[in-house]
């Protein structure tokens, strides 16, 4: 459970291509994590502090009997599942439906509200693993959003001037 700060969650292939499922905020918690703690299984997301995090790991015998003895934290694991579902359910439409256009769009509007400054600290080869596609597809369509005066470029950050 994140007690504070803000966690990027990606499913990472077998050829160690990354794709971003979600974000998790103060008092979210990861379905993906749970679930694989719950068949007992390897993890196979990666997760990325976006800022200065708190975690509360739980061991999974702990969570098992509070699932069983406690109904609201039952209810908050499985509106966990719930929010999470809905939430890589979005981000398999933008790919199947969206342009990348508008996939840039939503993931910069995203990192602002998550990290709640406009100021965006990262590289363009990592927005472009995030969103699957290439650094110079990423780069270009930066470069286009700068000229429409929506961001400024620079080093290593982005500032976020208008979306």
Request: charged letters at 30%.
């Amino acid at each position: 459970m994140l007690m504070d700060g803000a966690i990027k969650i990606l499913r990472v292939d077998d050829e160690g291509d990354e794709m971003l499922l979600y974000f998790l905020e103060t008092g979210d918690s990861c379905a993906m994590t749970i679930g694989s703690h719950f068949d007992n299984a390897k993890s196979e997301i990666r997760a990325v502090a976006e800022k200065d995090s708190t975690l509360v790991i739980l061991p999974l015998d702990q969570v098992h009997q509070w699932m069983r003895d406690h109904s609201d934290f039952q209810r908050f694991i499985l509106e966990s599942f719930n929010t999470r579902l809905k939430e890589m359910a979005e981000a398999l439409d933008a790919l199947a439906f969206q342009d990348l256009q508008g996939r840039l769009s939503k993931y910069l509007d995203d990192r602002v509200k998550i990290n709640g400054t406009t100021s965006i600290h990262t590289t363009h080869a990592e927005i472009a693993a995030d969103l699957n596609t290439s650094r110079v597809v990423v780069s270009r369509m930066l470069k286009q959003c700068e000229r429409e005066g929506k961001i400024e470029l620079h080093r290593n950050r982005i500032e976020v001037l208008n979306f």
